[in-house]
C-alpha cells in the first residue's frame, strides 16, 4: 500500500520530529511493508505540495493521503490549489493540525496574516475522509469556521518513554527559539535575551552542570551565537535530537516540540509558551498548571528556576496527565484504523 505523506520540510527539527512520530504511528497501523511516500507541504520545483502536479500523481500511485502534523493552516507552509484537491479521488487522512492566534502590539491575542483563507481550511477539511487536530483551540478555530474535527494531541506525544525516566547525570539544555521569530510585543522579544543570560547563570550555579543551547532551526544560530558561556548545539538529524532529549536532565523549551516529546520520554521539561496553539496543546495534554506564560509572567527565570527544582512536582503532574494523553491516543488510533478501513474497503491501486 502506498501511503503519499505531506508534511512540512523545514530547516525546523521540530517538524523531523513530528513526521517521524506521525511515520511510526502509521507504521503500527498499516505495518511494516506499508510504502510511505515523503511529500513537502509546499511545492518545489519537482514535486510538492497539494497543487495539479502533485494531486496528478496522487491520483495515479496513492493509496491514500495524509497530510500532516503541524502548523499547515498557518505559517503559509502549505502550497493549496483547491480545483486541484476537488479533483484528488483517493481519501485524505488530516492528522495532527493546529491553528492559532498571536499576540498583537498590545498583547492581546489576534489573527495571523499567514494563515489558510477560510475557504481553503473549510475546502481541504471537507475533502477529508478523517479529520483531526491537534489541540483544543484549533478544533474551537475550525469550529467558528463552521468546520468539525477531532482532537487527537500530536503524534510525538506517543513516542515510547525511557526504561528509567529520568537521566539525572546528563546536561541541561534550552530548546531555543530566535526572539525575532517569536509573534510576541517588541518589548518582550528584548527581554527574552536577558532573561537567557540570567537563565543560564542560574542553572549553571544551580546544577553546577553544562547548559547546552538546543538550535531546532538555522535561524537560532545566531541567536545562539550570543551566549559564549553556553554551548550551542544544532539538530538537523532527528535520531541524533530524540538521543539528546532522552538523555538530558532537564530541557527548558522556548520551542513546543523540545518539550512534547520530554513529556513522553519523561525527561525534565519544562515549557514556556508565548501564542495560542503551544499554551492550547500543553492544556490538551493536561500540563497546563506547568506550563509559563511569556505573556503574563514577569519574572520567567524565577519561574523556570522554581520548576527546575521540583522535579517530583513534574513527575507527579506527568503520571496525573497519563490518562488524558493515552486518551488522545486511543483517539487518534481510531482515526487512523478508520482511515485504513476505507482504503481497504476502496481497495489497493497497483504500482
Not at 34 to 43: F, G, K, R
Not at 100 to 114: H, S, V, Y
Not at 207 to 225: G, K, N
Not at 312 to 331: G, K, N, W
Request: hydrophobic letters at 45%; one cysteine or more.
Amino acid at each position: 500500500m502506498n501511503l503519499f505523506f505531506v508534511h512540512p520540510h523545514t530547516r525546523n527539527i521540530g517538524n523531523d520530529i513530528i513526521g517521524f512520530a506521525t511515520s511510526k504511528l502509521l507504521y503500527e497501523i498499516f505495518g511494516a511493508a506499508t510504502n510511505i511516500i515523503n511529500i513537502p507541504a509546499m511545492q518545489g520545483p519537482l514535486f510538492g505540495g497539494l497543487v495539479a502536479r502533485q494531486i496528478y500523481d496522487m491520483n495515479r500511485f496513492a493509496d491514500g493521503v495524509v497530510v500532516g502534523g503541524g502548523n499547515l493552516f498557518e505559517n503559509g507552509q502549505i502550497s493549496y490549489d483547491a480545483r486541484a484537491v476537488q479533483a484528488l479521488n483517493r481519501p485524505m487522512l488530516l492528522i495532527a493540525l493546529s491553528h492559532g492566534r498571536i499576540a498583537g502590539r498590545d498583547g492581546a491575542l489576534e489573527d495571523r496574516t499567514d494563515a489558510m483563507h477560510p475557504d481553503a481550511i473549510r475546502h481541504l477539511v471537507g475533502r477529508s475522509t478523517v479529520a483531526l487536530v491537534r489541540d483544543i483551540a484549533s478544533q474551537a478555530i475550525l469550529h467558528e469556521l463552521g468546520v468539525e474535527t477531532e482532537i487527537g494531541g500530536c503524534p510525538t506525544l506517543f513516542l515510547p518513554p525511557n526504561v528509567n525516566e529520568t537521566t539525572p547525570d546528563g546536561d541541561l539544555m534550552i530548546s531555543l527559539r530566535h526572539p525575532s521569530r517569536m509573534n510576541v510585543p517588541p518589548t518582550l522579544q528584548w527581554r527574552i535575551a536577558d532573561d537567557l543570560r540570567r537563565l543560564i547563570t542560574a542553572l549553571r550555579v544551580e546544577f553546577a552542570r553544562p547548559v547546552r543551547l538546543a538550535c531546532h532551526d538555522y535561524f537560532d544560530l545566531e541567536f545562539a551565537a550570543g551566549f559564549p558561556e553556553a554551548v550551542t548545539v544544532y539538530f538537523d538529524d532527528v535520531h541524533r535530537y530524540i538521543a539528546a532529549l532522552r538523555t538530558c536532565a532537564m530541557n527548558i523549551c522556548y520551542r513546543l516540540h523540545g518539550f512534547l516529546p520530554c513529556l513522553a520520554f519523561g525527561t525534565h521539561g519544562i515549557h514556556l509558551s508565548y501564542d495560542e496553539r503551544g499554551r492550547s496543546m500543553i492544556e490538551t495534554a493536561g500540563m497546563s498548571s506547568w506550563d509559563i506564560n511569556l505573556l503574563e509572567e514577569t519574572d520567567c527565570v524565577s519561574a523556570v528556576m522554581d520548576r527546575a527544582r521540583d522535579a517530583d512536582r513534574y513527575r507527579r503532574l506527568r503520571s496525573a496527565a497519563q490518562p488524558v494523553i493515552a486518551e488522545l491516543r486511543e483517539t487518534t488510533m481510531a482515526g487512523v484504523q478508520k482511515f485504513r478501513a476505507i482504503l481497504d474497503g476502496a481497495g489497493a491501486v497497483e504500482g
